[in-house]
């Protein structure tokens, strides 16, 4: 690895900008995403930033119970975070569907089958201490180029660096 | 050394991209840290904006489908470049480019131009969200550019010249305070920051119209904003304040003087809620219409 990619690898994991997707939460997991960006936790001293757009995320952060109808946009959004992306699924809701599990309404199955997962933060909802450090676990995986994304680029690649 | 190379020089090293660069992150991070302690909070470390451009350099770009792909990518090369080479002709001491004579001009013009590439930008995505923010920055732009050519043209009336040089070695006089006052006025929207964020709302229209750029093009718009942002306040500093005979001395003014608009409109912004661009519009044609019919007439009566 030369020097301008070790420059970039630890840009990664200093700059992580987040993109969050509600897909079906009773809100619980993103009002709790709020404090990080209040003086009480304050994410920006380690470089997140809030982004609206996917297209410039490199973390996306998916909260509540899969939907029926919520399938295809995560699988959207999820394609269009440029590589290297990590997802980091917050509370119980995208693994088992939590309380919602059985309704007729959401998918019975878990997150991990759609998209592949990085980074777990369990709770009903998390804390944002949590969270905060599940964004940063993700971050430190994108230096490390260790992120399921891009292991599988990898894969597929056979050989190269992970982009 | 002939002119070409001299010119070369003060694109690519100083005032140019390769000191211009790391000064725009420095002073973007100033604003960063400013808001952030104005909001009770700790702020990023001082190399964030150098760890956002290295980490977008090493993303992939997503073209969206239907979008030409050359315009798309000439973009942010265009406005880095023009934004660059209006830093050039700024005379800053050691600065190894000669000045023209109708430089100010160009520089009104090359000024204009990253404008231009936002408002592009905007429209070529295909985003409905770039294109609300490409015609809110062209809206705001027509505002905005009333006292801030006014500023600009009052100065040069009353050098009598329409050449840098000029307009930094004239005699103090009532002009220079009140052209500054102009200037300042529109400043803050031609940041793009807080009472005049129109065109980058980002709790309205998602992102400005840099919407749909990710990876390096991203990069290369964030590095020529950081570039504007050391342009508009060095020509502040170099045009309204008094030079004095030592080179040094007044690098270090210049500085400082960036330094403290830079904390006057973070300051502003801090304080303020956005506008809407109606009000905005009629702001800048009523008080920066009065401020600049104000300095214009300044130049007249003497």
């Known amino acids: ?163 | 050394m002939n002119a070409v190379w001299s010119y070369l020089l003060a694109f690519a090293v100083w005032p140019g991209l390769l000191l211009a660069a790391p000064l725009g992150w420095l002073e973007l991070w100033f604003m960063r840290k400013l808001v952030a302690r104005l909001q009770g909070r700790r702020g990023p470390p001082v190399f964030q904006p150098f760890f956002d451009f290295m980490k977008l350099l090493g993303k992939r770009t997503v073209i969206p489908r239907g979008v030409n792909r050359g315009i798309f990518l000439a973009l942010p090369l265009v406005s880095l470049g023009a934004v660059t080479a209006a830093l050039a002709i700024v005379p800053l001491p050691g600065n190894p480019a000669p000045s023209l004579p109708g430089d100010v001009v160009l520089l009104l013009y090359l000024m204009e131009v990253p404008v231009l590439c936002e408002v592009l930008a905007g429209y070529v995505s295909r985003s409905i969200y770039g294109q609300v923010a490409a015609m809110r920055e062209a809206l705001l732009s027509l505002a905005y550019n009333l006292p801030f050519l006014a500023a600009i043209i009052a100065m040069a009336q009353e050098a009598g010249s329409f050449q840098m040089s000029a307009l930094q070695a004239a005699p103090y006089s009532l002009v220079h305070p009140l052209a500054a006052l102009t200037f300042l006025l529109a400043l803050p929207a031609r940041m793009k920051l807080n009472p005049f964020s129109i065109a980058n709302a980002e709790h309205e229209i998602v992102a400005d119209s840099h919407i749909e750029y990710s990876g390096p093009p991203l990069a290369l718009f964030k590095l020529s904003h950081a570039v504007e942002v050391v342009l508009l306040t060095e020509l502040f500093a170099v045009v309204f304040l008094p030079a004095t005979p030592w080179p040094l001395l007044n690098l270090l003014v210049y500085l400082v003087a960036g330094i403290a608009v830079l904390g006057g409109v973070t300051l502003l912004a801090t304080t303020t809620a956005r506008l809407r661009l109606a009000q905005a519009f009629r702001f800048y044609w009523v008080w920066g219409g009065v401020a600049s019919a104000v300095t214009m007439a300044a130049t007249l009566v003497r």
Request: glycine residues 10%.
């Open chain 1, 1 to 163: 690895m030369n020097l301008i990619e070790r420059v970039v690898a630890i840009s990664r994991r200093r700059s992580p900008w987040i993109c969050r997707l509600n897909a079906g939460s009773c809100n619980g997991c993103d009002i709790e995403i709020t404090p990080l960006l209040s003086p009480r936790y304050d994410a920006e001293q380690l470089g997140i930033e809030l982004h609206g757009t996917p297209k410039h995320a490199d973390i996306v952060l998916i909260s509540g119970t899969l939907t029926l109808r919520s399938r295809q946009a995560i699988l959207d959004i999820y394609d269009q975070v440029p590589s290297p992306k990590a997802v980091v699924a917050l509370g119980s809701c995208p693994l088992s569907g939590n309380v919602f599990a059985g309704s007729p309404l959401v998918l019975g199955q878990s997150l991990d089958s759609l998209v592949p997962v990085d980074v777990w933060v369990p709770g009903c909802p998390p804390r944002p201490q949590a969270i905060l450090d599940g964004i940063a676990r993700a971050a430190s995986l994108l230096e490390e180029g260790a992120t399921r994304s891009q292991m599988e680029s990898l894969l597929e690649g056979g050989q190269g660096r992970p982009s």
